[in-house]
């Protein structure tokens, strides 16, 4: 008999989430955690945004599960007092070349379900008097939440349901062994080994690395992910009551563009920009040396923003499937039986919408465990 039903891997937003769901049922569940906490990596560095579901390919997981998971994730907010606001936002077209990428927006999002509106200038200007447009989509559903806050939350129900939780442990090895997964640990450089039935990969930045340890060629799958650094600069507290909202620049090709995001605490931050990396690189420092061109790319929507006006912040690395100057992919969520490897389900290139919608992925991953 195995040691676990179901090892859980990765702490992040999503790997919380599913513990929690699938403790209410599965109580023999282990969560194992690199880190010294859980939430450390890619689920506390971004902007905390419940995104409504605008820009995602119809039909396809990001769009489906980011429009069923904000719904959800607003009831979870108010049911466990998690700090968020559904403070709305604006995607502003700042000329008219771009008018054409705004309608382009209004159809995708409205396509996916979601309520949205289209403003003239002057119905735009009412609402946010200080940022540069010619037209916006407002959005009623987008909020803000406290990424923290939810990650706790997670974690207290897992916890509370009989969830055994490790830090400090990090996999290093996968193993099919008849009908159970061998699993090798590394704990302060002590190794270690433990069965389960089954496997949930939701190791975030590390989750194609997990898959090729249990024998998938990650390159023929496609499972192979790129690594995209994101920026955030403050801004001083002088300026930080510009907007009353989020401000989006309408999408480009690679992004979402740099944002004016505001946090639950009402600090006013932008960001953030893309920065592909050749390998992974968890330096999380925000150079200097951005401020100027970031100033420039804040003030095609927020024109009275001076250079000096900025301070760095922080950053986040979002795990990609698609290359530079790729179209978009979905996430993949899979249960990998039709490759021999029955009770081991990835999640892979997990980057935004994410959290938004972990609950619906905790949700979809209980749909097809076997």
Not at 141 to 169: F, K, P, W
Not at 204 to 233: C, H, N, P, Q, T
Not at 297 to 308: C, G, N
Not at 314 to 340: A, C, F, T
Request: proline letters at 4%.
């Amino acid at each position: 008999m195995a040691d676990f039903e179901i090892a859980v891997i990765g702490a992040g937003v999503v790997g919380l989430a599913i513990a929690a769901r699938l403790s209410e049922k599965h109580p023999s569940l282990l969560l194992l955690e690199k880190n010294e906490k859980y939430g450390m990596e890619t689920s506390s560095r971004n902007s905390e945004v419940i995104h409504a579901g605008i820009y995602y390919n119809p039909g396809s997981l990001k769009a489906t599960l980011c429009v069923e998971g904000r719904d959800e994730l607003y009831a979870i907010c108010r049911k466990h007092d998690v700090g968020h606001k559904q403070i709305t936002k604006l995607v502003t077209a700042t000329n008219d070349r771009e008018v054409k990428i705004l309608e382009e927006t209004f159809q995708n999002g409205t396509k996916n379900g979601v309520p949205l509106e289209m403003l003239t200038k002057e119905q735009t200007l009412k609402l946010e008097p200080n940022i540069n447009t010619v037209g916006s989509i407002f959005s009623p559903t987008t909020g803000i939440i406290s990424a923290h806050e939810l990650m706790d939350c997670y974690y207290r129900i897992a916890v509370n349901n009989g969830v055994t939780v490790q830090h400090h442990c990090e996999v290093v090895g996968i193993e099919k062994s008849g009908r159970e997964y061998v699993i090798t640990v590394s704990e302060g450089g002590e190794r270690s080994t433990f069965t389960s039935e089954k496997v949930i990969n939701s190791a975030g930045l590390y989750s194609d690395r997990v898959a090729a340890m249990a024998g998938i060629d990650i390159d023929k799958a496609g499972y192979r992910m790129v690594f995209a650094k994101g920026s955030y600069f403050s801004v001083v507290s002088s300026k930080a009551k510009l907007v009353s909202r989020l401000v989006y620049p309408v999408p480009q090709k690679e992004t979402l563009g740099v944002h004016v995001v505001i946090d639950t605490g009402g600090r006013l931050r932008m960001g953030p920009d893309t920065d592909y990396m050749n390998e992974l690189n968890t330096d999380y420092s925000v150079a200097e040396s951005k401020r100027k061109v970031f100033a420039e790319s804040v003030r095609r929507i927020l024109p009275s923003i001076a250079d000096e006006d900025l301070v760095p912040d922080m950053s986040g690395i979002r795990p990609k499937l698609q290359r530079k100057g790729e179209p978009e992919k979905d996430w993949v969520i899979v249960h990998e039986k039709g490759r021999g490897l029955e009770g081991l389900i990835n999640l892979i290139g997990m980057e935004s919408p994410a959290l938004t919608a972990s609950s619906a992925i905790a949700r979809y991953v209980e749909k097809i465990l076997p």
